[in-house]
């Protein structure tokens, strides 16, 4: 079975743009989450959904962070603009809905750098 | 205050000798799970084991143990005869249903390095 497929695997772009980032998560799967990983604060949950709906966003620093999920196939973050404390490594996972928190399955991430 | 406190910043070991990586939580609930991830250097994050708290049996999986304590909320995990091929950053999670249904609560991490 495919894993949980993130793109771009890396991004470089300068200040002010807008980055997208995406996700596919494991077929079958009804819960998706999103993950910040830096140096400074280590691993941290932006926001999940089940079955497509957003359900704690907590996370997402500020408005200039948006996640969707239009369908159970696919997930988008966007960071519009980009500031350069937005660098770090961010991850997809997702898990099977069995009853009781399952283990995630995590993407590969993809490396942010905003210049 | 921290959820899951990963104390050991960094080990550093020879190989084949034993290493034990501590775990501490702090929960609420009476039911909880709690999982060991591993992140290599290529970066992935793997799954390793996931326990609820009514299990209280120790796991073994070849060179890979957890023993899990109630009494001392901990969830220590114990690589013995460690290689090379261990070292990475090791995660422990907590999650609590009751209070956040599937979120995950990372530790901090322990960098774990096998010299050869």
């Known amino acids: 079975d495919a894993g949980v497929i993130q793109s771009p695997r890396h991004e470089v772009t300068e200040m002010g743009q807008e980055v997208t980032l995406r996700c596919k998560p494991i077929?079958?799967?009804?819960?998706l989450f999103w993950y910040r990983q830096t140096m400074m604060r280590g691993l941290e949950l932006l926001i999940y959904?089940?079955?497509?709906?957003?359900?704690?966003d907590s996370g997402m620093p500020e408005d200039r962070f948006s996640a969707k999920m239009p369908n159970a196939s696919f997930s988008t973050l966007k960071i519009q603009p980009s500031e350069p404390r937005d660098s770090a490594v961010y991850f997809c996972?997702?898990?099977?809905?069995?009853?009781?928190?399952?283990?995630?399955?995590f993407g590969d991430g993809t490396r942010l750098s905003i210049l | 205050a921290q959820k899951v406190t990963q104390a050991q910043t960094e080990i550093s070991v020879v190989e084949k000798e034993d290493v034990t990586l501590d775990c501490v939580y702090e929960?609420?609930?009476?039911?909880?799970?709690l999982f060991w991830y591993k992140q290599p250097p290529s970066g992935e994050l793997v799954f390793l084991i996931r326990r609820n708290s009514f299990d209280e049996q120790n796991e073994i999986s070849g060179r890979y143990s957890w023993n899990f304590q109630k009494s001392t909320s901990s969830f220590n995990f114990t690589i013995t005869a460690s290689q090379v091929v261990d070292s990475a950053v090791y995660f422990c999670a907590l999650s609590e249903p009751t209070y956040n249904t599937d979120k995950l609560i990372f530790g901090t991490g322990t960098r774990l390095q096998v010299f050869p």
């Open positions: 929960t609420r609930d009476t039911t909880y799970y």
């Open positions: 996972a997702s898990s099977p809905d069995r009853g009781g928190p399952q283990p995630q399955h």
């Open positions: 959904f089940n079955n497509n709906v957003p359900i704690d």
């Open positions: 077929s079958g799967h009804d819960y």
